[in-house]
C-alpha cells in the first residue's frame, strides 16, 4: 500500500515536532500484517479517547489518558519507526472510517480530539513550529496593541483563574468565528470581530484548521475508495478494510487461558452473572434439547470446532430474531425490559440514568461498563468489550469478597 506522509516547511529554529498534520507526501511501502496491526493499535487510542469523552472526563484527565494510551499503543521495536507507525495508522484508518458519513463523524471526532491532546503535551517551542505549519495569516499582537487591551485581557484572566498577562506574553488577534468554543466559553476578550487568543489557548485555533483539513481529506478518501480502490483491492485490502471498524481489541478468548471451578454453592452467584442461563426446564428435557447444541459449540461433538465466541461490538451488530436468546441487552432490549433487567442486577436510582442516557446515545459497551461498576463498586477503565471479559472480572471480585470475608 502507498501511504502519505506530511510534508513539512521548514520551522522556527528548526524545531520540529512529533506531530505530523497527515498532509501529502511521498509513498511508503507498508507490509499487509503492518497495515491491520498498525491500525489496530491506534483505533484503540481512539476507544479509549472516545470512552474517555462519553465519561465525561475533564481536560486533565484526558490528557493523561491520551499520553499513556499512546504510550502503551504506538511504540515500535525501532525508534525511527515511530513517526512513520503514526503516519500510518493515520491513513489506514482514514481509509477504513472514510466510506459512511457516520464513521466518517466518529473518525473526525476522534482524531481531532488526539491531535488536540497531543498538541497540549509538545513544548512551547513545537507548539509554535506546528502553528507556522499551518501558514495562518494572524500575527502576534503588537506591544502598543496589548497595553490598549490590557485591562480587558486581564479581566478574562482573572474570570477564568488565569495568572495575569505580563508586557512578553503573546497573544493573537483572529476572526471570532474561527475560536467559537473559547468565545461560547468567554475566555477570550472580542473587540470589533476579532479575539485576542493567548498562546496557550491557541490550540483551539490549531484544531479548527486541523479539523477543516481531515474533514476535507476523508471526502476525498471516500471518492477514491468508492471510484477504484474498493474494487481494486477486493481481493486483498478491502475485506481488511471493511473488518476494521469492528475489530475487537480486547484480549483472545478463543483459547482457554483461565478455569475456573464451580461447585454447586456457587450456582446462584454464578447465575447473577449469567442471569439468561437459568433456563426453567428439568434435567431430561435439557438433555435432549440443549446438550448436543452445547457440547458441538465447545467441539465436543459433530465436526468438534471450538468456535471463537463473539466479542460485544460483533454481537451489538446482529439482531436477535423471533424466539432467539441472544443479542446484547443494551442494544436489543425495550427500555422497559432493560431497566427491569437492570434492577434485578440490584442497579437503581442515579447510575439506572446513566445506563440509560448511554443507551439513547447509542454508547451500549460504555452503558454495560456503567452497569458492572454499579452492580460490584468497582472501576473498570479498560470498559467492557466481551462477555467472557465481563464474567472473568466479575469472578475475579466475587472471589476477591470471598475470601475477604473467609
Avoid at 490598549?148 to 483572529?174: C, H, M, N
Wanted: glycine share 4%; hydrophobic share 35%; aromatic share 10%.
Amino acid at each position: 500500500m502507498e501511504v502519505i506522509r506530511s510534508q513539512r516547511r521548514s520551522a522556527p529554529n528548526d524545531v520540529v515536532s512529533t506531530l505530523p498534520l497527515y498532509r501529502s507526501a511521498p509513498p511508503l511501502e507498508v507490509r499487509l500484517e503492518d497495515f491491520e496491526s498498525f491500525a489496530m493499535d491506534r483505533l484503540r487510542v481512539l476507544k479509549g479517547i472516545s470512552d474517555g469523552l462519553s465519561r465525561g472526563k475533564k481536560p486533565e484527565g484526558m490528557e493523561k489518558l491520551v499520553s499513556e494510551m499512546w504510550k502503551a499503543n504506538m511504540r515500535h521495536p525501532q525508534a525511527s519507526e515511530v513517526v512513520n507507525k503514526d503516519i500510518i495508522s493515520h491513513f489506514v484508518l482514514r481509509l477504513v472510517y472514510c466510506r459512511t458519513e457516520e464513521l466518517r463523524r466518529w473518525f473526525l471526532t476522534m482524531e481531532t480530539a488526539l491531535f488536540r491532546y497531543r498538541f497540549r503535551l509538545e513544548n512551547l517551542e513545537a507548539q509554535k513550529a506546528l502553528l507556522a505549519e499551518f501558514n495562518l495569516p494572524y500575527k502576534s499582537v503588537s506591544s502598543a496593541e496589548f497595553e490598549s487591551v490590557k485591562d480587558e485581557l486581564g479581566q478574562v484572566a482573572r474570570s477564568i483563574s488565569q495568572p495575569l498577562p505580563t508586557a512578553d506574553a503573546i497573544f493573537y488577534k483572529v476572526p471570532f468565528e474561527e475560536v467559537p468554543e473559547l468565545v461560547a466559553a468567554r475566555r477570550v476578550f472580542v473587540q470589533k470581530g476579532h479575539a485576542f487568543v493567548a498562546m496557550n489557548q491557541v490550540v483551539s485555533l490549531v484544531v479548527t484548521q486541523f479539523r477543516s483539513l481531515i474533514s476535507k481529506a476523508l471526502l476525498l478518501t471516500n471518492r477514491k475508495w468508492m471510484s477504484a480502490i474498493r474494487e481494486q483491492e477486493k481481493d486483498r485490502l478491502t475485506p481488511i478494510v471493511e473488518a476494521l471498524s469492528t475489530s475487537y481489541l480486547g484480549p483472545d478468548y478463543s483459547q482457554p487461558k483461565e478455569f475456573t471451578e464451580i461447585s454447586i454453592k456457587d450456582i446462584d452467584q454464578v447465575a447473577k452473572i449469567f442471569d439468561a442461563c437459568k433456563l426453567p426446564v428439568g434435567a431430561e428435557r435439557f438433555d435432549k434439547e440443549y446438550t448436543y447444541s452445547i457440547r458441538h459449540n465447545y467441539g465436543r461433538e459433530g465436526k468438534r470446532t471450538d468456535y471463537t465466541p463473539y466479542s460485544c461490538s460483533k454481537i451489538i451488530s446482529f439482531t436477535p430474531g423471533v424466539g432467539d436468546h441472544h443479542g446484547c441487552p443494551y442494544r436489543h432490549f425495550s427500555e422497559e425490559n432493560l431497566r427491569a433487567a437492570l434492577g434485578r442486577m440490584g442497579v437503581g436510582g442515579r447510575a439506572v440514568e446513566d445506563v440509560m442516557d448511554k443507551v439513547r446515545n447509542r454508547h451500549y459497551q460504555l452503558a454495560c461498563t456503567l452497569t458492572f461498576e454499579a452492580v460490584y463498586g468497582s472501576s473498570c477503565d479498560a470498559g467492557i468489550n466481551h462477555p467472557n471479559q465481563y464474567f472473568l472480572e466479575s469472578r475475579k471480585i466475587l472471589e476477591q469478597k470471598n475470601h475477604t470475608a473467609a
